[in-house]
Structures are given as structure tokens and as C-alpha cells.
């Protein structure tokens, strides 16, 4: 087995085992959906809120949307937020907004636990 498929078991667990609502900081009840593996909230004024797996050891990064889409007469980056476990590095990602695919190129500290994560991933 692969580092980046234990990886990847290792987040299924978590994501299994994990809490399927909690409040934030900002005192707004956050749920667990299934789908997305992350959490979502709305505030008072229909505000999205998002916030990623609280209690795993697999790093997840929050990256945004580099997909261009046209608004009037120019081009612009989608720039939804996406949480991405590090297994999922050089990987086509969906955009949770947008749904168009990107691929993900993080760039992480060498001085990061992570940087080390990253560098054993396809060894």
C-alpha cells in the first residue's frame, strides 16, 4: 500500500467517525455533509460558511478556484474555496462552486511536517 492511499484511508476513518455538527467561532451551527467531507453552515443573513475535517492527522490545504469564468466583458478566477487532503496533490479536483476541474499543485514550507508528507507521497 501506497503512502498516499494509507493517506487516504486514514481520511475516510476520520471522516466516519467525526462529529456531524458543532458551532463555530462565530457561534453558527456547522454540519458534516458527506459529500463534500467538509462543513457547512448558514449565519443569519444566508452567509455560506465552510470549515474542513477538525480532528484528523492527514493535512488538509484550503486552496482557491483558479478556473477563469467570464463576468460581463472580462475574465475572472472562480476563487471558491476548496479543502484539499494532501494525498489529493497533483489530482484533478472538482470546484465545490464552480464544479469545473483544476488540478492542485501545493506548495508547502520545507520546514512543515507536511513538506515531508508530500515528498514520500509517489516514492
Same mark, same amino acid.
Given at each position: 500500500?501506497?503512502?498516499?492511499?494509507?493517506?487516504?484511508?486514514?481520511?475516510?476513518? =476520520?471522516?466516519?467517525?467525526?462529529?456531524?455538527?458543532?458551532?463555530?467561532?462565530?457561534?453558527?451551527?456547522?454540519?458534516?455533509?458527506? =459529500?463534500?467531507?467538509?462543513?457547512?453552515?448558514? =449565519?443569519?443573513?444566508?452567509?455560506?460558511?465552510?470549515?474542513?475535517?477538525?480532528?484528523?492527522?492527514?493535512?488538509?490545504?484550503?486552496?482557491?478556484?483558479?478556473?477563469?469564468?467570464?463576468?460581463?466583458?472580462?475574465?475572472?478566477?472562480?476563487?471558491?474555496?476548496?479543502?484539499?487532503?494532501?494525498?489529493?496533490? =497533483?489530482?484533478?479536483?472538482?470546484?465545490?462552486?464552480?464544479?469545473?476541474?483544476?488540478?492542485?499543485?501545493?506548495?508547502?514550507?520545507?520546514?512543515?511536517?507536511?513538506?515531508?508528507?508530500?515528498?514520500?507521497?509517489?516514492?
Amino acid at each position: 500500500m501506497t503512502l498516499r492511499e494509507e493517506l487516504k484511508e486514514k481520511f475516510e476513518k =476520520d471522516c466516519k467517525k467525526t462529529s456531524k455538527k458543532f458551532w463555530n467561532l462565530k457561534d453558527q451551527q456547522m454540519f458534516w455533509n458527506e =459529500d463534500e467531507k467538509l462543513y457547512i453552515g448558514l =449565519d443569519s443573513s444566508k452567509q455560506e460558511w465552510i470549515s474542513s475535517l477538525q480532528h484528523t492527522t492527514v493535512p488538509i490545504f484550503s486552496v482557491t478556484c483558479p478556473v477563469l469564468q467570464r463576468k460581463g466583458n472580462i475574465e475572472v478566477q472562480c476563487g471558491a474555496i476548496n479543502f484539499i487532503p494532501i494525498f489529493k496533490n =497533483d489530482k484533478g479536483i472538482q470546484c465545490r462552486k464552480c464544479n469545473k476541474e483544476f488540478t492542485v499543485q501545493l506548495t508547502i514550507p520545507k520546514s512543515s511536517q507536511a513538506y515531508k508528507i508530500l515528498n514520500k507521497l509517489d516514492v
